[in-house]
């Protein structure tokens, strides 16, 4: 969230930042609310009947000339939706007709703050290469035994028209991002600087509907995650700046990320451990070669095994496939 935070900073140094304006749904007149709110219903229901057709007839004229990708997921998810009962949850107005284009006549990044009525609570959004015009976003929940949410950004041409879906789940090992928040809180107060790091990432993941979408309490879970964080993870990790785990043998294991998944247990989610190598190797090499990353880590920080099922480590190449593998945390001694 280093965006967020900065434009933050922005404000209280400069005071109010010019930006588009928003309208939350308590004060919009109904007559906006209820049409919003339909849109997205109507759009919800497509998806969760795999009818890409009726969701490309009802996209703005961007997003249907470019659609392919739209299809796929609604392909995707659809299954996950079965029979699941749709109700909208939120929506906001958001007007960007005055927004001007970058100096190279390219679209600009639209910034909405959002404030409730009297409560200092904010929803944020920071929309880049966002033409002029008049938008919404709108959160549709699909509620059940596996909740889903479904967030789509709306765009006004002659009627509410869909720009953008993003739908994910809301649970992850049958637990809500709430759970993971309270429960990295917790684990931070243990002395479980890696457990709780990681638990308030999983909560961030499953809290944000979308990556353009901050709010003041993602902005808290982002603070108390960095103050959790274990001091080699406190600058990032990526391909660039790895963390450098060595193993007994002498190897190195270089890991650029971490991520959840909860396709094995459902119970506890596993670590998935994103390792960069030089080059794959067959697959027995990469096999062997995971598993003593996975291996290496739980023996660096030993906490982790009272957090997650197992590690997922994905082996990735430039020019190469990502090759993963699964070990549960008893293989792991």
């Known amino acids: 969230m280093k965006r967020l935070s900065a434009v933050f900073a922005v404000l209280l140094a400069a005071g109010p930042l010019a930006a588009e304006t928003c309208t939350t749904q308590s004060q919009m007149q109904a007559i906006d609310r209820d049409g919003i709110a339909q849109a997205a219903r109507t759009l919800a229901l497509a998806m969760q009947a795999n009818d890409p057709a009726a969701i ?8 249907a000339s470019n659609f392919a990708a739209v299809a796929s997921l609604t392909g995707d998810t659809s299954p ?12 906001w107005l ?11 006549g390219s679209p600009a990044t639209g910034q909405f703050f959002c404030t409730l009525n009297q409560s200092s609570t904010e929803t944020d959004f920071i929309i880049d290469g966002l033409p002029a015009g008049k938008y919404a976003f709108a959160i549709v929940n699909a509620g059940g035994a596996n909740p889903w949410r479904i967030s789509m950004l709306l765009r006004n041409e002659g009627g509410w028209k869909l720009a953008g879906i993003y739908p994910k789940a809301t649970t992850s090992a049958g637990k809500d991002g709430l759970y993971y928040w309270t429960t990295a809180r917790t684990m931070a107060r243990q002395n479980q600087p890696w457990n709780a790091w990681l638990y308030y990432q999983q909560a961030a993941e499953l809290l944000q509907p979308v990556g ?8 808290k879970l982002r603070t108390e995650a960095s103050a ?16 450098v785990l060595r193993a007994t043998d ?17 119970d506890k989610v596993d670590l998935v ?3 960069k190598v030089e080059t794959m190797g067959d697959s027995v090499a990469a096999r062997k070669r995971n598993t003593e990353a996975a291996r290496t880590l739980v023996l660096a920080y030993p906490e982790l095994r009272s957090a997650f099922h197992g590690v997922w480590v994905s082996s990735e190449a430039a020019g190469a496939s990502a090759f993963a593998t699964e070990e549960p945390m008893e293989n792991l001694r």
């Open 250 to 266: 002498g190897s190195e294991y270089r890991i650029t990320g971490f991520g959840f998944n909860d396709s094995v247990s459902k």
């Open 56 to 63: 490309k007839a009802q996209s703005s004229a961007d997003l």
């Open 94 to 104: 958001l007007d960007a007709t005055g927004l001007k284009p970058n100096t190279d």
């Open 228 to 243: 959790a964080a274990p001091p080699v993870v406190q600058k990032g990790l990526s391909a660039e700046q790895p963390l």
């Open 273 to 275: 451990v994103h390792l």
């Open 80 to 91: 996950k939706l079965k029979g699941s009962p749709l109700a909208v949850e939120s929506v």
């Open 212 to 219: 353009f979408v901050g709010s003041t309490h993602l902005e």
